[in-house]
């Protein structure tokens, strides 16, 4: 609807570049993903994997000091279809963005906007292995472990991991910037006014959680390590892939 804001924006840097490539591949896939007939199987799948990643995680979890951590990171990252108003928010104001926002942010709503892509789609891939190809009523972790590598290319997998890694690394840095904190501190009103209100609530959330916790590169690299683990155990076929949980 609005790819010619996309298309005519006036580029000026590297990061603003990344971000209109990735806005551009996202755009029309969502626009299918939307209205694909597998969205009901999509909220089973969603609400199962969210379940699962806290089962996985579930002493970190259950730690108040990174509980809302947590919940930022499999709700707002890993649930990309709960966003599909911010994500309509970007295209049509992109332009705007691109004044508003500093620099460095620009590259991270890209990476963000690359996750989701991906994610909708290695989503949409295993939902339609799950209730099509193996026609199953209800997710378990066995028909899991058996649609999960024949839905999606093991790589492509490994780099969704690598993209929350790397989101969660950039708002751990910015937390240490006072320039960026300041910066999303006076652009709340511009950014409402701009139609931004999604995206600046998610960076400003992002913000506080990282911020209210202690050792995030530590808790980063114990989620991707058991992550990475599970992975490779799934792709392995390893049926009591779940029960591997040490980091």
């Given at each position: 609807?609005?790819?010619?804001k996309?298309?005519?924006?006036?580029?000026?840097?590297?990061?603003?570049?990344?971000?209109?490539?990735?806005?551009?591949a996202?755009?029309d896939?969502?626009?299918?993903?939307?209205?694909?007939?597998?969205?009901?199987?999509?909220?089973?799948?969603?609400?199962?994997?969210?379940?699962?990643?806290?089962?996985?995680?579930?002493?970190?979890?259950?730690?108040?000091?990174?509980r809302?951590?947590?919940?930022?990171?499999?709700?707002?990252?890993?649930?990309p279809?709960?966003?599909?108003?911010?994500?309509?928010e970007?295209?049509?104001?992109?332009?705007t963005?691109?004044?508003?926002?500093?620099?460095?942010?620009l590259?991270?709503?890209?990476?963000?906007?690359?996750?989701?892509?991906?994610?909708?789609?290695?989503?949409?891939?295993?939902?339609?292995?799950l209730?099509?190809?193996?026609?199953v009523?209800?997710?378990?972790?066995?028909?899991y472990?058996?649609?999960?590598p024949?839905?999606?290319?093991?790589?492509?997998?490994?780099?969704?991991?690598?993209?929350?890694?790397?989101?969660g690394?950039?708002?751990?840095?910015?937390?240490?910037?006072?320039?960026l904190l300041?910066?999303?501190?006076?652009?709340?009103?511009?950014?409402?006014?701009?139609?931004?209100?999604?995206?600046?609530?998610?960076?400003s959330r992002?913000?506080?959680?990282?911020?209210?916790?202690?050792?995030?590169?530590?808790?980063?690299?114990?989620?991707?390590?058991?992550?990475?683990?599970l992975?490779?155990h799934?792709?392995?076929?390893?049926?009591?892939?779940?029960?591997?949980?040490?980091?």
């Amino acid at each position: 609807m609005y790819k010619n804001k996309l298309l005519n924006a006036h580029i000026k840097s590297e990061s603003a570049a990344r971000l209109q490539k990735q806005l551009l591949a996202y755009h029309d896939f969502r626009y299918v993903f939307a209205q694909s007939p597998l969205s009901e199987e999509l909220d089973k799948l969603a609400s199962w994997q969210t379940h699962r990643l806290r089962k996985t995680h579930e002493d970190i979890y259950h730690d108040p000091r990174y509980r809302a951590g947590l919940e930022f990171l499999f709700q707002d990252l890993y649930q990309p279809k709960r966003f599909y108003q911010r994500d309509n928010e970007i295209d049509r104001i992109f332009p705007t963005m691109l004044k508003i926002l500093p620099e460095p942010l620009l590259d991270t709503i890209a990476s963000l906007i690359e996750l989701n892509h991906l994610t909708q789609e290695l989503d949409l891939n295993l939902a339609d292995t799950l209730f099509n190809q193996f026609r199953v009523n209800e997710i378990n972790e066995q028909n899991y472990i058996q649609a999960y590598p024949i839905s999606s290319d093991k790589q492509k997998r490994l780099h969704q991991i690598q993209l929350i890694a790397n989101i969660g690394d950039d708002l751990e840095q910015y937390t240490k910037s006072r320039f960026l904190l300041f910066s999303l501190k006076v652009t709340r009103k511009p950014a409402e006014i701009a139609g931004l209100a999604s995206l600046h609530q998610f960076l400003s959330r992002g913000f506080a959680t990282f911020n209210a916790m202690p050792d995030v590169p530590q808790l980063l690299a114990t989620i991707i390590s058991r992550e990475t683990q599970l992975l490779n155990h799934i792709y392995d076929r390893q049926l009591d892939a779940f029960s591997l949980r040490s980091a």
